[in-house]
């Protein structure tokens, strides 16, 4: 009986113990998050400096600094598509001071692409808010167009099944954006292209406009000069709405391919585990960020007028992308590694 007493007791010191743990657990995160941030934050933007994301970063780290009275330091990490910046925020202390750009590719291109992943992209992060929706846009070199008469997805379609193997559709590369939008584009529409990867968008550009290819999938933002400069012909936006730079400008859906829907996209995530508290005070200070007129004009500027939105909308939406791209590679037999 003693021994059973004795049982009982140490039982319930160990609960006691346990919950008074969990207690001070609770309350030390809870005091985190009220004095959040107390440090510099570091935002790791998974590739090279100077390019659009880079540019995004900097310019909303500038606001946000006003915004929670702390320095925001935008860290550089190329390598591996992105792969290699992202796995550092992935394994970084959950706390807020570690924050990362994560974009269509990391988030649910590229696990689909490489057969090994340094990082889980629905497990490891907590997104906090999606920046930027950027339309692909469907262009052909003017002279093609002219010489085929082709002026809309139809007319294209109609061409390719007669004469897609002499057709070229360029890419900024294996497994990027531009490449699974013309593969999708073959699987809907039932149509040949050869695929032409250039080490990056700007060359695919010029192999466009010079017409050593004819057809590309080209980011709205890249390829609007071009568009307005008469240069290209944009047949079709590739999302499941039109955009607000090309209103003129059908959807793929619209033309008669069915179920497209492609864009680029990129968002804040922070590492798994990091408080609610902070992701919502992050939430915030973006959401705000976006509001600003300087942020407004960067993004417009990369052919995005998105809204802000919570963190959960850009959990869910990430989510689903991670899926759809999964038909996407698998039905076009690619891979990197």
């Known amino acids: 009986m003693n021994n059973y007493k004795s049982h009982l007791i140490k039982s319930f010191n160990l609960a006691c113990l346990g919950l008074t743990?969990?207690?001070?657990?609770?309350?030390?995160?809870?005091?985190?998050?009220?004095?959040?941030?107390?440090?510099?934050?570091?935002?790791?933007?998974?590739?090279?400096?100077?390019g659009p994301l880079d540019a995004a970063a900097r310019q909303l780290g500038e606001r946000i600094q006003e915004t929670l009275g702390q320095n925001v330091i935008v860290e550089n990490k190329a390598g591996a598509g992105g792969n290699v910046g992202l796995a550092s925020v992935a394994q970084a202390k959950p706390d807020g001071y570690t924050?990362?750009?994560?974009?269509?590719?990391?988030?649910?291109?590229?696990?689909?692409?490489?057969?090994?992943?340094?990082?889980?992209?629905?497990?490891?992060?907590?997104?906090?808010?999606?920046?930027?929706?950027?339309?692909?846009?469907?262009?052909?070199?003017?002279?093609?167009?002219?010489?085929?008469e082709i002026k809309d997805v139809k007319s294209l379609v109609a061409y390719l099944s007669q004469h897609g193997d002499k057709v070229n559709y360029g890419s900024g590369g294996n497994g990027s954006a531009g490449h699974l939008a013309g593969e999708l584009f073959k699987q809907r529409a039932g149509v040949d292209m050869l695929h032409i990867p250039y080490q990056g968008a700007s060359p695919a550009k010029l192999a466009l406009l010079a017409n050593q290819t004819q057809v590309m999938f080209d980011n709205l933002a890249s390829a609007l000069p071009q568009i307005k400069g008469g240069e290209v012909v944009a047949l079709a936006v590739t999302t499941a709405d039109r955009s607000s730079f090309l209103k003129d400008v059908p959807t793929l859906e619209e033309d008669g391919i069915d179920n497209f829907d492609i864009s680029t996209w990129f968002g804040v995530v922070s590492p798994a585990g990091t408080p609610e508290a902070i992701v919502e005070k992050l939430n915030k200070a973006?959401?705000?960020?976006?509001?600003?007129?300087?942020?407004q004009t960067q993004m417009r500027n990369m052919g995005s007028d998105l809204e802000p939105g919570t963190a959960a909308d850009f959990s869910n939406y990430a989510k689903k992308e991670l899926e759809k791209y999964k038909e996407v590679v698998e039905a076009a037999g690619i891979g990197l590694d």
Do not use: C
């Open 286 to 295: 973006y959401a705000e960020a976006m509001q600003d007129q300087r942020v």
């Open 99 to 148: 924050l990362g750009m994560g974009a269509v590719a990391t988030m649910a291109i590229n696990p689909w692409l490489y057969k090994k992943m340094p990082f889980d992209p629905s497990k490891d992060f907590a997104p906090v808010m999606l920046l930027s929706n950027v339309p692909n846009v469907l262009i052909l070199n003017k002279d093609f167009s002219a010489e085929h």
């Open 21 to 50: 743990l969990s207690l001070s657990n609770s309350l030390a995160l809870a005091d985190e998050a009220t004095n959040y941030p107390e440090k510099v934050i570091h935002f790791v933007v998974p590739y090279p400096p100077g």
